[in-house]
């Protein structure tokens, strides 16, 4: 209850920036609770307000009695929550870049994350939409 408290105080979320305003582009993508998880008592301790990661850490004061909640918060380019789509992420990192493929650039999308974060299926959704894209945007002939 501590932590839903400690989200309704966090601001806003930003709107997200396309990736082809910068050089390199930095951004996390959280995943949701595995139902497994949430049967074992886990309890989610992540935010992502863009451009933010939020974790709320619960403690106790030095008293022994007096619970509350240690944000500590981290900074990205964009952030995407768990109610974000991999769509979105593709809208706002990848899509925007792609015509430069055409003009000899280089677009490199590197997912890093522990074992069973969803890195393979991001990348998976994200591929599938830049294949799409891409057969759109060719030149005829090409």
Partial sequence: ??????????????????????QICVCVRKRPLFEREVA?????????PNP????????VKVDGITKFI???EFNFDNTYSEK??????????IKDLLPSLFNNGV???FAYGQTGSG???T????THDAVHDLFKLAPAGT
Avoid: W
């Fill in 52 to 59: 933010k990661v939020v974790v709320h850490e619960p403690k």
């Fill in 107 to 109: 677009v490199t999308l």
């Fill in 123 to 126: 990348v998976t959704a994200a």
């Fill in 40 to 48: 074992n008592g886990e309890i989610d301790s992540v935010s992502c």
């Fill in 119 to 121: 890195k393979t299926f």
């Fill in 1 to 22: 209850m501590m932590i839903d408290e400690e989200r309704k105080k966090a601001p806003r979320a930003l709107n997200h920036v396309s990736s082809n305003q910068m």
């Fill in 84 to 93: 974000e789509s991999s769509n979105d992420l593709y809208k706002f990192q």
């Fill in 70 to 72: 240690n944000n500590s």
